[in-house]
C-alpha cells in the first residue's frame, strides 16, 4: 500500500498503460459545475493535484481559465497533457509531491478533487484534509468527487463513506454540499458524492 507514495509507481503505470481510473474526458458533474461559473471567475487561481490525464484542465483552459495550476509527481501524464496542449502556460505544469506544496507559494480560490483522494494511502488521509486547508485562501472552496463506496481490496482506489468524509473535513471546512451526484459517468453513477466545501 506505500508504493502509492511514491512518484515511480505511478509513473509505471503510466508507463504501462495500466490507467483504469483514466475516463478520458472531463468528468461530467465537473463539467456542469465549471459551466456554471460567471466570467469573472475566469481569473481564479484553481489547483487540480493528482491531476494524471488533467480531462478537467483542459476543459478549464478551452474555457478561457487562465490562472490553473497542474500538479502530478508522475511526469509521464504531464508530458502528455504538455503535447495536446502546447499553448498551456508551461509555468502551470508543476512536478511535485502535492504534500510538499508550500503555502508561501501557492494560495488558491478553489482546489479540484477528481479521484486523486482515492489515490493516497489511507493513512494520509487527514493529512490530505489539512493540506488542502492550507493551500486554499481563507473561504477557498474545495469543490470534487469522492467514492462513497468500498472496493474491498489493499490496493487503488481507496474508497469511504459519506460519514467518514464529514468526520474528516469538519476538522477544517464547512460543508456545503456533500451529497449523491446525479450527473455522474455512467460508469460511476450512484458512487460518488460531489462535494462543496469551504475553508475555515
Ligand atoms: C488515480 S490517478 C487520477 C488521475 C486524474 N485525477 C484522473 O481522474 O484521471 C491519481 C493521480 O495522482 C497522482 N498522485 C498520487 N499521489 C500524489 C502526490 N502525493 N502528489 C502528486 N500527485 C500524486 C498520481 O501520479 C496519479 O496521476
Redesign the pocket.
Known sequence: MDN??Q?EY?QQRYESDSIQ???GQVSPPLKAYIDQLPDSAKNQAILV?????AYEVGYLHEQGFTNVIL????PA?IEAFAERYPDFPAEHLIC????DLSAEDYQFDWILE???F???NPSRRDEYVQQMATLLKPQGKLIGLLFDREFGDDD??FGGSKEEYLQRFKTHFDIDVMETSYNSHPARQGTELFLKLLAK
Open positions: 502509492v507514495n512518484a505511478w481510473w483514466d475516463m493535484p493528482g491531476a494524471g490525464n500538479v502530478d509527481f508522475a501524464p511535485a509531491d502535492f504534500f477528481q479521484t486523486f482515492c489515490a493516497i487503488i482506489p
